[in-house]
């Protein structure tokens, strides 16, 4: 079995501060790990993934994501906020099988 | 080069009807799922698709199913629409394995009145 949680449902910071979205995941054998955003009325877009290489992770967009195996974390930060990053955020896992599971997403909204 | 493509891109329906939604994956990529995303949910998964066979399927009842065709397209077919399958419906292409990055389309919204 395989599950996600995001801890917070909306996230507010100020342009230019930092971004901290927070996963954590359970799986019954080594996982892969997603971070997706998806604007509105839009699919889903890859920011990032972790496939047992690095622990920390870069994406697009300076987003990046470090896997802590003993937290079972897979926190996704970006160190300055700009006005377009305001979309929902969905972490997900890919453990046994090929299906991914996904968080229930995080709304970041960003401030002027 | 073209991502995953669906169609339509909006549909309304009535309680009781059946649905075909349809699905291009990304050029090179064989494997095909699709997801229900409810609004303000994360997507579920559905089932998946690979050499034209279901290979996984979600906790969906039986009136959710699925083909693919030897050109790795696909349809999801929806039979006795209820109000509850209101949902934009994603379909993500894979070339296989674990490790490579869905690509999504761009949904098809589903509105049963």
């Known amino acids: 079995a395989q599950s996600v949680t995001q801890l917070g449902s909306h996230v507010s910071v100020s342009e230019g501060a930092l971004v901290l979205l927070r996963c954590n995941y359970s799986s019954s054998v080594p996982p892969y790990l997603f971070w997706y955003v998806q604007y509105p009325n839009q699919g889903l877009q890859l920011l990032l993934k972790y496939t047992s290489a690095a622990t920390l992770v870069k994406g697009i967009n300076g987003f990046e994501a470090e896997f802590k195996k003993s937290e079972t974390s897979f926190h996704l930060t970006k160190p300055s906020a700009h006005m377009s990053d305001a979309a929902e955020y969905f972490c997900a896992v890919n453990g046994a099988g090929n299906m991914l599971t996904f968080g229930g997403g995080t709304r970041l909204m960003v401030k002027p | 080069d073209a991502g995953v493509t669906q169609s339509p891109t909006h549909l309304i329906k009535t309680r009781g009807q059946q649905v075909t939604l349809r699905c291009s994956p990304k050029s090179g990529h064989d494997t095909v799922s699709w997801y229900q995303q409810a609004l303000g949910q994360g997507p579920q998964f559905i089932f998946q698709y690979y050499e034209e066979e279901e290979r996984q399927r979600g906790n969906f009842p039986d009136r959710f199913s699925g083909h693919q065709f030897p050109n790795y397209s696909s349809e999801l077919n929806v039979n006795a629409l209820l109000l509850g399958d209101s949902a934009l419906y994603l379909c993500?292409?894979?070339?296989?394995?674990?490790?490579?990055?869905?690509?999504f389309g761009s949904g098809t919204r589903l509105t049963v009145v």
């Open positions: 993500a292409s894979s070339p296989g394995g674990r490790n490579y990055g869905y690509t």
